[in-house]
């Protein structure tokens, strides 16, 4: 059975990396739509992702006592009703990057998880992530200013910002 209704994650051996992703919109077979992690310690990491839920908590760990949750920076996990983070999964908002606020995708109702132009997660992740890919899925460079605010810095998410208002040029005739 598949606990996580995003990602069902288990098991652990050495360092594993979960970097820059968005799990959205899905259902779990019991209480966990985001994401559900078992068996992990801190060797496991999560960076730059934004992980929801429209209800219960889109980060579930279900560690033994004498492990670690994973390694969160610069994460969104954010659930619309009830607590953002459930199980051993200690709440990491406001610590090491982490956020949890609404993403502000675009059009989620027709799977568009593209970012709006002004939300927490635009130029918020960590550029010096481990295993940081140099390209987002849509295949545009990673590190980008999508802010506008002249600073290239990486999204959180799969997907880099790029939806900047027009340049307005106010001495132009």
């Known amino acids: ?35 559900h992690v078992s068996g992990f310690d801190a060797r496991n990491e999560l960076h730059n992702n934004i992980i929801t839920a429209r209800t219960g908590p889109a980060l579930y760990c279900e560690n033994a006592a004498t492990l670690f949750s994973p390694t969160l920076t610069s994460n969104d996990i954010f659930s619309g009703e009830g607590a953002a983070y459930g199980g051993t999964c200690a709440d990491q908002t406001g610590l090491n990057g982490n956020i949890s606020m609404d993403p502000v995708f675009l059009g989620a109702a027709n799977r568009d998880y593209r970012v709006a132009m002004t939300p927490p997660v635009v130029d918020a992740g960590n550029d010096g992530a481990p ?27 799969a997907l880099e910002s790029r939806n900047r208002a027009p340049v307005v040029n106010a001495g132009a005739d």
Do not use: Q, Y
Not at 8 to 16: L, P, V
Not at 135 to 157: E, H, K, P, W, Y
């Open 1 to 35: 059975a598949c606990f996580g209704g995003g990602v069902d994650w288990g098991g652990s051996t050495g360092t594993n990396l979960f970097v820059n992703n968005t799990i959205a919109d899905n259902e779990g077979f019991l209480a966990w739509p985001g994401m």
């Open 131 to 157: 295993g940081l890919p140099s390209t987002d899925l849509a295949g545009f460079a990673r590190v980008f200013d999508g802010n506008g605010d002249g600073v290239a810095r990486d999204d959180m998410g």
